[in-house]
Every structure is written in structure tokens, then in C-alpha cells.
């Protein structure tokens, strides 16, 4: 009697128990965060070597489960603007870089992963004009939360092009190097600069997504980005969003504004009328004032650099050949298209991520933003509102207001 009384306070003890787990998971799968089974959060461990993937396929370690920690059907807020509920955004990182550049890479990959991407598991993409060393994609893998992908760049886009003239363009090396003009001599340079500014977002591997954030080896990110920042970026529209901004060396760009004046009077209808021509010219459009935004950090939509009036404004560029002619960067071509073509409401200045690619320093000058996003930066090494630099202009043209402490670190 005693022993199945005992039995049936047992029996009664285990289904209360399985009652609750029920309740507990059934509430679970509709609260907003779901976390992802300890196996398949940290399963981006498959070691690349010997997967050898070696050409413009991605090397993909898909099936080990990388799925992101965070469910981003929760509805917050950003500096007031809201964060809509929903999926994933179809967006990557992506990174040029040589093998020789992979204890860098880590280091910002690194930075990223903990202040923002080990909670979305956003993929990577890493591009290169030669193959991929095992020992790269070993290190590079092992530290991202989403899926690699290791591209090979075709050679007809990181080599002269025929229309190319490559006895002007050495005497035009020749004459940067004696002026010590930065990257003047070297054309190794100048093939990535062609390469970012026409062909990165046509890799094969780049097709699948709509969005990318473009990372350097060695630059730090010193603030926790606690939102899914490619969503942000969709829910509100930008296509464009910088950290840095500022003057462009004027020799390295002698003929790019005349040339894209030309192309202009050629396309009229591809200025956009609300554009943002006033931050890059100071005088109605006759000159150019070098301002751009620096392109080593940018996280934008790739339909823009798709689109056919960026598509024809490269294409007229490269055949002017101010690549090899001169030094044209991928920065100035870019802000240009983006100040020309873009609709100016749809670029964005991020001022609270913390930004260092050497030698500048973006570090939120506003106290409140660096202690809730635990920013690691001295805002005394803040650029961001020093005139030499692009920021002012940007603010003052778009009516914004400045954070609160700007006064104390810019001029
Ligand atoms: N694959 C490859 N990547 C390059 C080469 N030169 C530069 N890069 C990459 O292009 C980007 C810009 O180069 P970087 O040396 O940082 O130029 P800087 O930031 O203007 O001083 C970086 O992501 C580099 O890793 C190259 O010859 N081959
Ligand atoms: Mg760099």
C-alpha cells in the first residue's frame, strides 16, 4: 500500500514535470529570442583545409549549422528610428585581401564578431586576384560566425585593360614616385582601386546578396553594435552609410571631376534631383572639393553599384583610364556616384560605432553613446567634427543636429 502510494506521488511528480517543460518550450519558441542549441551556435569549426575549394566557388560550410543566436523578430529602437520586426536581410561582409594580409584580417574579423556579428551569423566573402592559401581561409573561418566564402577575382579585371596605354601609365608612375605621391608607383594598387570601384559587387559569389559591409585588414570597430545593422539599413531605406569622411589628395584625381562632368552632359537624367552634389562641390558643380567618404569601411546596397547609371558612369571612367593615368581611388568614384546618383536621404552617417582604419579615429563623442555601447576609444582622438574633415558639411547640408559634446573635440 505504502510503495504504491510512493509510486503514485512519483508518477504524479513526473507528469507535472513534463507539463511544465511543455509550457516552458511552447512559451519559448514565441518569446523573441531563441537560442540555438549549444552544438549548432559554435559549429564553425569544419577546418577549411583540405575542403579544397580553390576558384570562385564558395567554400561552403553551410551544412555545420551556424545558425544566428538572436531572433530578430523584435521590434526596437536606433537614435529614434525604429527597427522593424522580420527576417534576416540577404547581407554579407566582404573583404579584399591578399594571403599576406591575414594577421590583420583576423584582428578586425575578431572585433566585428564580438561586437556584432556572433549574434546574427552574417556571412563573410573574401576576394582575391590569387588563390586563397589554406592557412588564410583556416584562420579567417575558424573566427566567423556565418558561412566563408573564398573568391577568386578574373584576371581581365585585375590586369590593364586593352584601351590601356601602359607606357603612359608607367611614366605616370614614374613622375608619382619621384613626387612621393602615396601609392603612386604602384600598380598593384591601382588594379584594386579599379576593382573596388567596378567590379566587387559583380563577383559571382556577391550575387546572392543585397546588402554588404566592406571590411580592411587592421581597422577596429569600438563599440557593441547591439541591432542588426544591415536591418537598419533596410528598414530606413539607406543605401549608403559611412564612418569617416574627408578631402581626397588632389593629384591623385587631376581630370575625375572634368571626366564625370563629361559624362553628365552626356546622361543628365541620371543626376538624381535630390541629390547631394552641394558635399562634393562648393561651387554649384564647376569644381570638385575632394570631399568623399572613405570607402574602407561601408556598409551599402549593392543595387546601387548594379544599377545602370553607376554601371555606365564606371564604364566611362575605366575607358578614360584615370586608373592607370592617374590614381583614381574607389573612394572618391564612389562618393561621387553616391553625391550624383543616390538619393541624398538615403545615405547615413553611423555615430556610434566607433571607427579606426590608420591614421583616424571615429570615437562617439557623446558620452551617453560610448558607455551604453561600451565604446573602447578616447574621444580625443575623435576626427569626426575637426573641418579638415567632411562631417561638418555633411550635417550642415542635411540639417542635422550635431551630438551633444561635439564642441568639445571638433574646431
Ligand atoms: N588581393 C589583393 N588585395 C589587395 C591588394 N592590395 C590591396 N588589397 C586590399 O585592398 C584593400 C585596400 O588596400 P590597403 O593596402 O588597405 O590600402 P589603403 O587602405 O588605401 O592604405 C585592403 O582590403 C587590402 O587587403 C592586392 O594586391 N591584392
Ligand atoms: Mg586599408
Redesign the pocket.
Known amino acids: 500500500m505504502g510503495r504504491s502510494n510512493a509510486r503514485l506521488v512519483r508518477f504524479g511528480f513526473f507528469a507535472l514535470l513534463l507539463i511544465l517543460s511543455a509550457y516552458i518550450l511552447s512559451k519559448g519558441s514565441s518569446t523573441s529570442y531563441t537560442v540555438a542549441p549549444a552544438s549548432s551556435v559554435n559549429t564553425n569549426k569544419s577546418p577549411v583545409a583540405g575542403s579544397s575549394s580553390s576558384n570562385v566557388n564558395a567554400n561552403n560550410n553551410a551544412g555545420s549549422g551556424k545558425s544566428p543566436v538572436k531572433d530578430t523578430s523584435l521590434s526596437s529602437t536606433k537614435n529614434g528610428k525604429q527597427i522593424i520586426s522580420g527576417e534576416k536581410v540577404k547581407a554579407t561582409f566582404v573583404?579584399?585581401?591578399?594571403n599576406s594580409?591575414v594577421w590583420e584580417i583576423i584582428g578586425s574579423i575578431k572585433q566585428i564578431e564580438d561586437r556584432f556579428n556572433h549574434a546574427y551569423g552574417y556571412d563573410w566573402v573574401f576576394l582575391?586576384?590569387?588563390e586563397f592559401s589554406e592557412e588564410f581561409k583556416r584562420e579567417t573561418s575558424r573566427l566567423i560566425s556565418g558561412k566563408t566564402h573564398y573568391g577568386l577575382i578574373p584576371h581581365d579585371q585585375w590586369s590593364f585593360p586593352e584601351w590601356i596605354d601602359t607606357e603612359k601609365a608607367a611614366q605616370t608612375r614614374e613622375r608619382m614616385r619621384q613626387e612621393k605621391i602615396i601609392y603612386g608607383d604602384s600598380i598593384?594598387?591601382r588594379?584594386?582601386c579599379r576593382y573596388e570601384s567596378g567590379f566587387f559587387f559583380r563577383h559571382p559569389l556577391m550575387q546572392q546578396f543585397d546588402y554588404y559591409w566592406r571590411v580592411?585588414?587592421g581597422v577596429k570597430i569600438f563599440c557593441d553594435i547591439d541591432y542588426d545593422i544591415f536591418k537598419f539599413m533596410d528598414d530606413n531605406n539607406y543605401e549608403y552609410s559611412y564612418t569617416i569622411s574627408l578631402p581626397e589628395y588632389a593629384a591623385t584625381i587631376p581630370t575625375l571631376w572634368e571626366t564625370t562632368k563629361s559624362f553628365l552632359k552626356e546622361h543628365p537624367n541620371y543626376l538624381n534631383p535630390n541629390n547631394f552634389m552641394d558635399w562634393v562641390s562648393d561651387d554649384g558643380g564647376v569644381s570638385y572639393n575632394g570631399c568623399h567618404f572613405w570607402s574602407?569601411f561601408e556598409i551599402a546596397k549593392l543595387s546601387f553599384w548594379r544599377s545602370e547609371a553607376y554601371l555606365d558612369y564606371f564604364e566611362y571612367l575605366d575607358k578614360a583610364g584615370g586608373f592607370f593615368y592617374e590614381r583614381w581611388g574607389d573612394a572618391p568614384v564612389h562618393s561621387i556616384a553616391v553625391a550624383l546618383f543616390m538619393d541624398k536621404d538615403k545615405i547615413h552617417f553611423f555615430d556610434d560605432l566607433g571607427y579606426y582604419?590608420v591614421p583616424f579615429n571615429n570615437c562617439p563623442v557623446n558620452e551617453k553613446i560610448r558607455l551604453e555601447k561600451k565604446c573602447a576609444c578616447n574621444p580625443s582622438d575623435d576626427i569626426t567634427w575637426k573641418n579638415y574633415f567632411c562631417n561638418n558639411k555633411y550635417y550642415k547640408l542635411k540639417g542635422l543636429k550635431k551630438p551633444e559634446g561635439w564642441e568639445k573635440y571638433g574646431d
Open positions: 573583404t579584399l585581401a591578399r594580409d582575391n586576384d590569387e598593384s594598387y588594379h584594386m580592411e585588414p574602407n582604419h
